[in-house]
T-cell receptor, first 108, second 115 residues
Framework: SQQGEEDPQALSIQEGENATMNCSYKTSINNLQWYRQNSGRGLVHLILIRSNEREKHSGRLRVTLDTSKKSSSLLITASRAADTASYFCAPVANNLFFGTGTRLTVIP | DTEVTQTPKHLVMGMTNKKSLKCEQHMGHRAMYWYKQKAKKPPELMFVYSYEKLSINESVPSRFSPECPNSSLLNLHLHALQPEDSALYLC??????????????FGQGTRLTVV
């Protein structure tokens, strides 16, 4: 299956702290994408990293990809209460299959 | 316009009803998707359309019938659903299929309840 597996399943931190989420997958991929979902709403694309890239930054987000270990991580620095959401990785071979997700709670 | 619009936002239907979910985008995207999401679970891919042709059907029961009338529109026809089909149905689109390295844009979903 292309689906990723994320850990932790849930993460609770104080505002201002960093949050790290990990994603592991099993098949070869073309790219890996991260999405955020606020409760009961649509998903929002955060960042895409291609299989030949190792690290990518976007604002307070930092994504790494290790294709030899078939794993990726998403780091959110200086978290805010508004970052409270579910985060999904999607290791993409041909289509977008989502990982199990991490529910992040940022406490003000 | 970077929006994917889904209608209706909420739908309650009986098990003998026929209803349709609608999805529209005007970004010129040529790939469109339907996902089903149960509470506290990740979205599950149901169908992929590429250039208005069905390219992926993830073994979805025939009571769900997708249709892509043109490059901007995607419908999901529902018939004889079961209560376990109650879920959030999400539509998404991307320039081309995501394997080539494009992001997907999602609608806000239709919350379906089958009674």
């Amino acid at each position: 299956s292309q689906q990723g597996e994320e850990d932790p399943q849930a993460l609770s931190i104080q505002e201002g702290e960093n949050a790290t989420m990990n994603c592991s997958y099993k098949t070869s991929i073309n790219n890996l994408q991260w999405y955020r979902q606020n409760s009961g709403r649509g998903l929002v694309h955060l960042i895409l990293i291609r299989s030949n890239e190792r690290e990518k930054h976007s604002g307070r987000l930092r994504v790494t990809l290790d294709t030899s270990k078939k794993s990726s991580s998403l780091l959110i620095t200086a978290s805010r209460a508004a970052d409270t959401a579910s985060y999904f990785c999607a290791p993409v071979a041909n289509n977008l299959f989502f990982g199990t997700g991490t529910r992040l709670t940022v406490i003000p | 316009d970077t929006e994917v619009t889904q209608t209706p936002k909420h739908l309650v239907m009986g098990m003998t009803n026929k209803k349709s979910l609608k999805c529209e985008q005007h970004m010129g995207h040529r790939a469109m998707y339907w996902y089903k999401q149960k509470a506290k679970k990740p979205p599950e891919l149901m169908f992929v359309y590429s250039y208005e042709k069905l390219s992926i059907n993830e073994s979805v029961p025939s009571r769900f019938s997708p249709e892509c009338p043109n490059s901007s529109l995607l419908n999901l026809h529902l018939h004889a659903l079961q209560p376990e089909d109650s879920a959030l149905y999400l539509c998404a689109s991307s320039q081309v299929t995501t394997g080539t390295g494009t992001e997907a844009f999602f609608g806000q979903g239709t919350r379906l309840t089958v009674v």
